[in-house]
């Protein structure tokens, strides 16, 4: 490959990132969805953790999940009948799956068994949505959202560093701030990411 032919594949790949972030829209209802039922599973937990009502996280957080799960499957049908797809718009499809994929094992095979403490998964989960809301707002060309990330950082550094029932409390305040807020600004916003 000769340097002009690779000047010309890199001209045109940076092209279609550019296009692709033109069109590429992340539905904050996603991140609405999730952060509801999320934030029931935390209240739900905290409520048994205070003997509020008696122990069953597993069944608890089953049941959130499979909330979360169903929401999922309407937004999922409801985007199916937009027009295009872009690579970008598939891409961050995969990261979230690739993220909850990774957040349910760790729940249910490392809570489930006790190779891990429950008391570590608002740390852990916090972690990997830093890393899927990073990588979102990097694909769909939006700093705001990319930089919210930090926020899930600093919030899981926090909690593995002073362990606790606040945990669950700090984690409810980081959802509804940096999650449930920013959806209903993305469906408030409803433009292309990168114009925005």
């Known amino acids: 490959m ?8 890199l001209a045109y790949i940076r092209r279609l990132m550019e296009d692709t972030r033109q ?6 209802g996603y991140f609405i969805v999730w952060g509801i039922v999320i934030g029931a599973g935390l209240l ?5 953790l205070t003997g509020r009502m008696p122990m069953m996280p597993m069944l608890s957080w089953t049941a959130c999940l499979a909330v979360g799960g169903i929401g999922t499957f309407f937004l999922v049908q409801a985007e199916q009948r937009r027009p295009v797809e872009t690579p970008a718009g598939r891409l961050i499809g995969m990261v979230w799956m690739s993220v909850g994929i990774s957040m349910l094992i760790v729940f249910f095979v490392g809570t ?7 008391s570590l998964m608002p740390a852990i989960s916090s972690t990997f949505v830093g890393t899927a809301v990073f990588l ?3 694909l769909a060309g939006l700093a705001w959202v990319r930089n919210l990330a930090l926020g899930w950082w ?8 002073w362990p606790g029932l606040h945990v669950l409390l700090l984690m409810g305040v980081m959802l509804f701030v940096l999650y449930v807020i920013p959806g209903v600004i993305l469906i408030r916003k409803k433009q292309p990411y990168g114009r925005a």
């Open 44 to 48: 739900l937990t905290w409520l048994q």
């Open 154 to 161: 600093i919030g899981a550094a926090a909690m593995f560093a």
């Open 136 to 138: 979102t707002g990097t």
């Open 23 to 28: 069109a590429t829209y992340v539905s904050g």
């Open 2 to 9: 000769s340097v002009e032919e690779a000047r010309a594949e």
């Open 112 to 118: 489930g068994t006790g190779a891990l403490s429950g």
